[in-house]
């Protein structure tokens, strides 16, 4: 059963976006242009056509359509990259504008048209280390991975000194499991930029994904010195510690998640789980059942609470949670494993028998995958 | 430059893989708990299906969790005592752990079977160590022999093996003693890869093979763990023995290959998923020197489990042994005997008492076991010790026919997550009058030290110093939700450095061996020389702090049988009741000095010991006198009132 997204009002990504993509991409403009502007102005070059280039018509829609972009009117932004393209097909301007396109689509969620552009602008210009970033973030936007990490491996090529090149590589290796060339790729994002409070974050996932846990809470420890408040790091911190079986580190990691305002239904559910482990259910149904509160359809929440209510002697509210987390997870057997000694401890045979016949049925639907040897837990 | 990476985020969130629900989609490779919910969504990694093209190795320096725990002074301590006592025994078991196919196959990281017994009746404990081998060696008929090392009572021993006639040159496991022919002498059972042999002790210094006549071979099985029980309390001993995987040794599963040769993603031997599992066997006491197999008979062990660790039990107190099996990665079993006026059979009830399963229903890697009333509530309790990513059990006894996992709520489980742990032994170490536990620890797969996951494959061993029942905590029936069980403190650390390094460890006995009242240890180490732990506990006590007593139970029976097994021990000291029983077989692969030892705190004198014996008699002494070991023969008591029901504690 899929367990539902947190929320989290911490995180406003999507607000920030545009206008930081905006920026970016007017720094990145100032930045290729503005040494040309000068260099015509103060070389007075008798080079017709670049002279031109500042007052041409493709140079003003490109100022138009950077102008819209800042102002999110992809529409328009859309229309004066596209007119700079057809007034200057072959020059600075057009590769410009093909990188403007691209922002428009990704922007707009046009990932096919973003790689059609981007697919076309890298054949003309091979070299740009952007063009190549963007196109594998076009890909990645269609989850076409492979492409995504090809394209995003030349761009690093091209450009080694560019931090955010790595970064997005390892974006797209997490999200396709690699987290062997995901930590490989932060570590150089991080070479080139130290200080990346997300990086470190995301290089401890990576190394907690590929058995290096200790090295992954170091990481998560230094996210967090360079961002204190940074979103999910006493989380992750904490989840490190649990995976060490330092439960007792990890609850005041996962209470400080918690303080900090950014508390989702994970951090509540993570610290009721690690209460229940040391034993103190009695702590752990609050935090277990503001879980179930902020996420009501998760059955593992339900599971977690009725199992700790089980512990605390109250039977009757265990029988309704552990029902609740059947419900929303029917083919899970051990709810139905933990219902059956709460019948039974409620003088209800006949009811906990139906429900280990339940159990043992489901348990033999659900064979191990991997691994040889049972850890009584997933791994 | 964070433009770019918002862009990326941002289109993250689009497609609800922002970095919040990377939290519930990214499956964690930890010891967790917790990974239930996120395996729930994305059940395994890319670490788990296949292994990681780049795992890097452990960071230099890299701590293990323990070395981050603070270390206090311990109140137990053990010193390591080997080489002085002139134990000289090197455990041979499969292939070695170095290389990236170190430990190739899965027998090759179980040996490690220790008893402890009295073989030549002088009153002190003696060793007897089970060795394996290696394929190789097996196929060249090479020997590594077994030993038997006698106690010398100046606090050294003499290998004895060969006058003994008991090299045993085959590749063997566990170890169980018994006198099964109510002899006098204590009798010995070894399982081996290839079937069990049964070794009967002559009396004068000697044993010799009588498995055939026996008719105990076990039908070429791999056996394991083994103890001799009289389940039908006839007056003899009947022997149950551990199975674990029924395997071919000219078509061994390729190391690393297939969905069961691996670790969290890292290639590793083989199993026990995967291959065939080899039923238990149980063979009942005919009591002419053979024996029958009634495995089929009773219904034991239908789905041949991968059993690894046993024990004799009397759970209901109904003065029939029960049996409790550990099995590895199948469903542990707990054997109910239905004895009312009469042996009925067995019925197995280990999932309607909550002990077949984890408390999520999940199987377990089940591999020691030991029992013993932790609590002081008049019911046996038992402690089962599981893989690593996982933690121990301590199942209380709720008296009414059920189990509770109370490893968390007693300070005994979580601790243990990055362990994999084997032999488990309760005992007073420091005589207050509470158990507590030693745990022997050490992985199956070398493979984990090339990373940093907190597990390794040496460990330490885990010893828990029981803390008794809370202050202002009454007696009698303790439970989880009143706050009222003991707890323990993990103080192994601080407990000698012998018990503060990290071993490869497997079998794990118990003993008096010098016969002071302090219960010393015997741990085997895989590939490598046991350690003989010695007791220092009770001598760093300072002057001021008060004296702690002790009294030994030998169990000597007449119309039971003559090891007293099964006998349920009620002593009452200082007013108050404390209940054991006499057995040999417990932990893993081991056997213990069957003596009943128990800590008087500063009581320095028993009011009454009752016995009820496997025949039913039950019968009294009083007034024994502390710090001794106390020799109570069958018939020589006041007799009392046969009673099923426990004695409460206060």
């Known amino acids: 059963m899929p367990r539902s997204v947190p929320q989290f009002g911490a995180l406003s990504w999507s607000q920030q976006l545009p206008q930081a993509a905006v920026l970016r991409f007017l720094l990145r403009f100032f930045s290729r242009f503005l040494p040309l502007l000068l260099w015509l102005s103060t070389a007075l070059l008798p080079c017709l056509s670049s002279a031109q280039s500042a007052s041409s018509p493709a140079a003003a829609a490109l100022r138009r359509g950077q102008a819209a972009l800042d102002s999110r009117d992809l529409r328009s932004a859309e229309q004066a990259f596209l007119q700079v393209r057809q007034d200057a097909p072959n020059r600075a301007e057009a590769k410009e504008a093909s990188i403007g396109l691209m922002l428009v689509y990704l922007q707009s969620h046009r990932a096919t048209s973003a790689v059609l552009e981007g697919s076309d602008a890298v054949k003309q210009w091979p070299q740009d280390a952007d063009l190549h970033h963007y196109l594998g973030l076009a890909y990645f936007q269609q989850e076409r991975l492979a492409d995504a990490d090809a394209e995003l491996k030349r761009a690093a090529e091209l450009n080694a000194h560019d931090a955010a090149i790595p970064f997005d590589l390892a974006l797209v290796r997490l999200q396709a499991q690699r987290y062997s060339d995901a930590a490989s790729s932060l570590a150089t994002s991080l070479h080139l930029r130290p200080n990346q409070a997300m990086a470190h974050l995301l290089l401890g996932r990576a190394y907690q994904n590929t058995n290096r846990t ?13 961002d204190p408040n940074i979103p999910l790091g006493h989380y992750h911190l904490g989840y490190a510690y649990a995976s060490l079986g330092r439960n007792t580190e990890a609850i005041v990691e996962y209470e400080e998640e918690i303080a900090h305002g950014n508390a989702n239904a994970e951090a509540f559910y993570q610290a009721g789980r690690c209460l229940s482990e040391l034993g103190n259910a009695a702590k752990a149904v609050p935090y277990l059942r503001r879980a179930t509160e902020l996420t009501p359809e998760d059955g593992n929440a339900w599971y977690e609470l009725g199992k700790a209510l089980a512990t605390t002697g109250d039977g009757s509210a265990a029988d309704q949670a552990l029902r609740k987390a059947i419900a929303f997870n029917p083919e899970n057997p051990s709810p139905h494993y933990q219902l059956a000694r709460v019948l039974e401890k409620l003088g209800r045979g006949e009811e906990a028998r139906a429900e280990r016949a339940k159990f043992a049925e489901l348990k033999k639907r659900t064979q191990p995958m991997t691994g040889g040897m049972a850890s009584g837990r997933d791994q | 430059m964070t433009t770019l990476h918002r862009i990326t985020l941002h289109r993250m969130t689009l497609h609800s893989i922002t970095l919040h629900s990377m939290t519930v989609r990214f499956v964690f490779l930890s010891t967790l708990s917790a990974l239930t919910a996120l395996a729930a969504l994305a059940p395994f990694t890319a670490a788990q299906t296949r292994p990681q093209p780049a795992a890097t190795h452990k960071a230099a320096g890299a701590a293990h969790p323990a070395a981050s725990v603070k270390v206090s002074p311990s109140p137990l301590h053990f010193d390591d005592v080997t080489h002085a006592a002139g134990i000289d025994f090197h455990l041979t078991c499969g292939s070695t752990p170095q290389g990236k196919e170190g430990k190739q196959y899965i027998m090759d990281s179980m040996c490690g079977g220790v008893a402890v017994f009295d073989y030549d009746h002088d009153g002190w404990m003696d ?8 394929l190789a060696d097996m196929r060249a008929h090479k020997c590594n022999p077994s030993k038997l090392y006698r106690n010398n009572h100046d606090g050294s021993f003499t290998d004895v093996t060969k006058k003994a006639g008991l090299e045993h040159c085959r590749w063997g496991f566990g170890v169980a003693i018994g006198d099964y022919d109510n002899d006098g002498w204590d009798d010995l059972y070894i399982t081996n890869l290839d079937g069990g042999t049964l070794y009967r002790n002559n009396g004068n210094g000697t044993f010799s093979d009588v498995t055939a006549k026996a008719q105990v071979d076990d039908a070429g099985s791999w056996g394991t763990s083994v103890s001799f029980g009289d389940y039908d309390n006839d007056g003899f001993l009947d022997l149950y023995v551990t199975n674990y995987v029924d395997l071919d040794l000219n078509h061994l599963p390729p190391f690393g290959q297939g969905k069961f040769c691996s670790y969290r993603g ?43 660790g046993m024990i004799w039990l009397d759970y209901d107190n109904d003065g029939c042994l029960d049996l409790y099996v550990a099995d590895d990665s199948s469903p542990s079993q707990l054997y109910h005997n239905k004895c009312k006026d009469g042996f009925h059979g067995f019925e197995e009830v280990g999932v309607e008492t909550g002990l077949a ?41 709720d008296g009414h026919g059920g189990f509770e996992d109370v490893a968390g709520a007693t300070a005994f489980g979580p601790v243990s997550a990055p362990f994999l742990g084997f032999g488990v032994k309760f005992a007073d170490f420091d005589n207050d009058g509470w158990d507590d536990v030693f745990v022997a620890n050490g992985h199956v797969n070398p493979q984990v030290d090339h990373y940093s996951f907190g597990v390794s494959y040496a460990e330490r061993p885990l010893v828990f110093h029981s803390l008794g029942r809370p202050a202002g905590a009454a007696g009698g029936h303790a439970s989880q939700s009143s706050g009222t069980l003991p707890v323990f403190e993990e103080v192994g650390l601080a407990a000698g450095p012998a018990v503060a390094a990290k071993h490869v460890a497997r079998g794990l006995a118990s003993a008096d061996f010098w016969n002071r009242g302090e219960t010393d240890l015997l741990m085997t180490v895989l590939d490598g020389s046991p350690i003989l732990l010695r007791n220092g506990t009770l001598g760093r006590r300072t002057a001021s702090q008060p004296e702690h007593h002790w009294v030994s139970i030998q169990a000597v029976g007449t119309k039971s049988n003559r090891n007293g097994y099964g006998a349920r021990v009620d002593l009452l000291a200082g007013g108050e009741h404390r209940i054991g029983e006499i057995r040999g077989g417990s932990s893993f692969l081991s056997s213990s000095d069957p003596r009943l030892h128990f800590g008087l705190g500063n009581i320095a004198k028993v009011e009454r010991v009752t016995i009820r014996w496997p025949s039913g008699r039950s019968e009294s002494w009083s007034g024994i006198a502390a710090d001794q070991v106390v020799l109570l023969r069958e018939g020589t008591g006041h007799p009392v009132a046969a009673t099923t029901a426990p004695v409460a504690s206060h």
């Open chain 1, 214 to 226: 200790e090295e992954a809470l170091q990481q998560f420890e230094m996210a967090l010195r360079q």
């Open chain 2, 127 to 134: 060793i007897f160590l089970v060795n394996g081998s290696t």
């Open chain 2, 266 to 308: 890292i290639p590793v031997s083989c199993g026990p998923r995967g291959l065939k599992g080899s039923r238990d066997r149980l063979y009942h006491n005919n009591g002419d020197g053979t024996f029958s197999d009634v495995t089929e008979k009773l219904g034991i062990d239908p789905d041949g489990y991968f059993g690894l």
């Open chain 2, 357 to 397: 399963y984890s408390a999520d229903g999940r199987e377990q890697a089940g591999m020691g076991v030991d029992s013993a009333d932790f609590d002081h509530d008049g019911w046996l309790d038992i402690a089962k010790i599981n893989f690593s990513d996982d933690t121990n059990n301590l199942y209380r006894n």
